[in-house]
């Protein structure tokens, strides 16, 4: 099954600032999707991200916030932008792998917002 | 609409009980895909099974095991004798085929030696 390799692993960083996250993942998968989690909370998921096009959005998630990139199959990042004590979550990219016809995730990043 | 309920908000048990999960799920699909992750203390979300709709076999892998039953649309996890390393956040999980996931709220499970 596909590897997805994520970092940074954590960061503390001071509001009003932004965060690039990366995912690069060993293998190709047919989709990327990028999930945030609140302190003892579940996976919401925040975007689709589509090859050489614009991600696709859930609803309460906007592009200015979270912009997100995949310039090929394996490569994604996600930024939060402008941030603040209420974006401290785990952030988890995911990979639908086509081998195990499930999902992957990356190993997440724990983000403090101080 | 998908939606995927786990009653149980936190777990405890002593090391060598067996314990089980529950996981209930709501959808229109006949299609449909069932997953159970293990989220460690560290973050990770850990594969553990798949199941799709069509196949209703019950699986055992090591001391977890999983009972799929269409017709009260659940989906239990039961660990046998559990071990301190099996304390985790357990999240269930629903795919309908409209290619994303929608999660259970997870449940808790503490594994005190």
């Known amino acids: 099954s596909a590897v997805i390799s994520q970092k940074p692993s954590r960061d503390i960083c001071q509001r009003g600032t932004s965060l690039t996250i990366q995912c690069q993942v060993d293998?190709?998968?047919?989709?990327m999707f990028w999930y945030r989690q609140q302190p003892g909370q579940s996976l919401t998921l925040i975007a689709t991200?589509?090859?050489?096009?614009?991600?696709?959005?859930e609803s309460g998630f906007v592009i200015d916030k979270f912009p997100i990139s995949r310039p090929n199959l394996t490569f994604s990042t996600l930024t939060v932008s402008n941030m603040s004590p209420e974006d401290s979550s785990i952030y988890l990219c995911?990979?639908?792998?086509?081998?195990?016809?499930?999902?992957?995730f990356g190993s997440g990043t724990r983000l403090t917002v101080v | 609409a998908q939606k995927v309920t786990q009653a149980q908000t936190e777990i405890s048990v002593v090391e060598k009980e067996d314990v089980t999960l529950d996981c209930v799920y709501e959808?229109?699909?006949?299609?449909?895909?069932l997953f159970w992750y293990k989220q460690p203390p560290s973050g990770e979300l850990v594969f553990l099974i798949r199941?799709?709709?069509?196949?209703?076999q019950n699986e055992i892998s090591g001391r977890y095991s999983w009972n799929f039953q269409k017709s009260t649309s659940s989906f239990n996890f039961t660990i046998t004798a559990s071990q301190v390393v099996d304390s985790a956040v357990y999240f269930c999980?629903?795919?309908?085929?409209?290619?994303?996931?929608?999660f259970g709220k997870g449940t808790m499970l503490l594994v005190s030696p």
């Open positions: 995911s990979g639908r792998d086509r081998e195990m016809n499930g999902y992957t």
């Open positions: 293998s190709q998968v047919t989709m």
């Open positions: 991200a589509n090859q050489g096009s614009e991600a696709t959005y």
């Open positions: 959808t229109r699909d006949t299609t449909y895909y």
């Open positions: 199941r799709n709709s069509f196949d209703e």
């Open positions: 999980a629903l795919d309908s085929g409209y290619s994303t996931l929608t």
